[in-house]
């Protein structure tokens, strides 16, 4: 056992076989984006048991309007950084737009470099096609954990026609406790269901062995997932009902950006004191004298 910050005795390190068991035992899996190395020591310290390198990244890390530009070499960048970051959280890559969905074996190939180039300890995938469910089985079976994504599946937002809550028919609703079931049998160890109404949600979390993990879809989930940047308060370009905001970071970051610039604007920084590196005092006297013999051309400067 080792302790966080906070003094709260945490299991070692999360697994995949791990999180299982926490559905059991009904303890709730807490997991946020991440896709930084700075964020994923602090999320790790703070107790989060799984860190998804998200493909969200295109959107609150590098400005796109949605999910679907993202590269593998950007995701596995990202994924690089949260490994290093992280010593206790189970790290999960999400496998971006076009590396999964032209073969089986481009799916298996690319997963593959998330593990052996980034070290995750596990993929992501959306939906629950022949191609995807071929993928999972694949994966699985060479020893690549996998997670699942249902509901809302945003690398599909052109064909769904915008950010929309699924599985609201009856029609629907079954479909997706279908596709849940066909993903645990393909062998996903855990499922995503992204904007599903709560009752759906609840239906899949009771049908399921493997834990469901919601965002937007309840409070009946094995556990609740959000991205990083909405908890934290500094994406503000889209603003979904399901999430909770704990802190207003774009506030906070904004004024002290600014104190920053007044300093240096008014001369208060740096304080040559204490944040800078004085010359040796024994030789500040020849100081002036090493400009006029170096360069002769050179006016000595008053040292102050
Ligand atoms: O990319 C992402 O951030 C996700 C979560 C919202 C589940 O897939």
């Given at each position: 056992m080792s302790s966080t910050n906070t003094g709260t005795p945490t299991p070692k390190s999360i697994t995949a076989p791990g999180l299982l068991k926490q559905k059991q035992q009904g303890r709730k899996i807490v997991s946020l984006t991440c896709y930084d190395y700075t964020t994923a020591r602090l999320l790790d310290d703070a107790g989060v048991d799984i860190l998804l390198v998200g493909d969200s990244l295109a959107m609150?890390?590098?400005?796109?309007?949605?999910?679907?530009?993202?590269t593998m070499e950007e995701m596995l960048h990202h994924a690089r950084a949260v490994s290093r970051g992280t010593s206790r959280s189970l790290v999960v890559a999400d496998m971006p737009f076009m590396s999964y969905q032209l073969s089986t074996h481009q799916a298996v190939e690319n997963a593959g470099r998330f593990m052996?180039?980034?070290?995750?300890s596990a993929v992501k995938l959306e939906g629950a096609s022949p191609m995807v469910l071929d993928g999972i089985r694949h994966m699985t079976a060479i020893g690549i954990p996998v997670m699942g994504h249902l509901g809302f599946t945003p690398q599909s937002v052109h064909t769904i026609g915008g950010f929309k809550v699924q599985g609201k028919s009856l029609k629907d609703a079954k479909t997706l406790l279908e596709d849940a079931q066909k993903l645990q049998d393909a062998g996903v160890f855990a499922l995503v269901l992204e904007m599903v109404p709560v009752e759906v949600a609840a239906m899949v979390t009771s049908q399921l062995d493997i834990p469901t993990i919601g965002i937007g879809s309840g409070?009946?989930?094995?556990g609740q997932i959000l991205v990083v940047d909405d908890v934290l308060g500094r994406y503000p370009d889209l603003s979904p009902r399901f999430v909770r905001r704990y802190l207003e970071s774009d506030v906070l970051i904004k004024e002290a950006i600014q104190a920053f610039r007044q300093d240096i604007e008014t001369g208060a920084?740096?304080?040559?004191?204490?944040e800078a590196f004085g010359f040796p005092s024994d030789l500040l006297p020849s100081l002036g004298d090493t400009g006029r013999s170096e360069n002769t051309d050179q006016t000595p400067q008053p040292v102050s």
């Open positions: 609150t890390v590098l400005g796109y309007p949605d999910t679907v530009s993202v052996q180039e980034a070290r995750v409070n009946n989930c094995d920084f740096p304080n040559n004191e204490t």
